[in-house]
């Protein structure tokens, strides 16, 4: 049995837009991975650590803990071996708390691929592989998040584009959700319930002979 640690936010955990409830597991995107993943004979379990207004490297003003760079190693350090870590943040460096752009938001995630990779792991375990996945790009806030995320989809753009450079200088893998689905209408952040089940076909598709090696 591999194992996949997913390291992700709100868009991974699976709230529903709007609302402050969460999709199950099965219907959650790593789940689907896992379940076609399986289906195909790969014996892989899908770890979520997955975590609501998680930043890659800021910390929210108002809740503790939403850095994602601290405690990171030791998530892996808990959860090895593991076979590979998918590594989907950045949404939440556009709230409105903070001034960041593209470029910055892709440093953040460079900081917590090399903290994956430096984690203190036992001897001889592998160091895992990495995907890097540019989540759906911010539209216009909408609903009960719109002041948390105001003007985001301003300072978003390009960062697709900034994620893939990084995965390139790094020699990780690279996806782009961008590539085969969209933020939701309802909110212009999440992702809706199809979202989740196109996005974890499309990575399982992926994977069959991509980053992880997964046999």
């Not at 909408?142 to 390009?158: D, N, Q, S, T």
């Not at 390139?168 to 933020?183: H, K, M, P, Q, Y």
Request: aromatic share 6%.
């Amino acid at each position: 049995m591999q194992q996949i640690l997913v390291y992700g936010d709100s868009l991974t955990w699976g709230i529903i837009p709007d609302t402050r409830q969460r999709l199950p597991f099965e219907r959650r995107w790593p789940g689907v991975l896992e379940q076609h993943l399986n289906r195909r004979g790969r014996q892989v379990r899908v770890i979520e650590n997955c975590l609501n207004g998680r930043r890659t490297v800021w910390d929210d003003p108002f809740k503790p803990g939403r850095n994602g760079a601290e405690g990171l190693a030791q998530v892996i350090e808990m959860h090895s071996p593991l076979q590979l870590v998918i590594l989907m943040l950045g949404s939440n460096d556009f709230q409105s708390t903070h001034d960041n752009n593209a470029w910055l938001s892709a440093q953040g995630s460079e900081r917590l691929i090399r903290s994956i990779r430096q984690a203190p792991i036992e001897p001889g375990m592998p160091i895992p592989e990495i995907l890097l996945v540019a989540p759906p790009r911010i539209t216009a806030p909408k609903g009960v998040i719109a002041p948390k995320f105001e003007g985001a989809e301003h300072r978003c753009p390009g960062l697709s584009e900034a994620l893939e450079a990084v995965a390139e200088a790094l020699s990780t893998g690279f996806f782009d959700a961008n590539r085969v689905i969209a933020s939701s209408s309802v909110d212009g952040i999440h992702l809706e319930e199809a979202s989740h089940r196109i996005l974890g076909e499309a990575l399982a598709e992926e994977l069959q002979n991509g980053p992880g090696n997964l046999t």
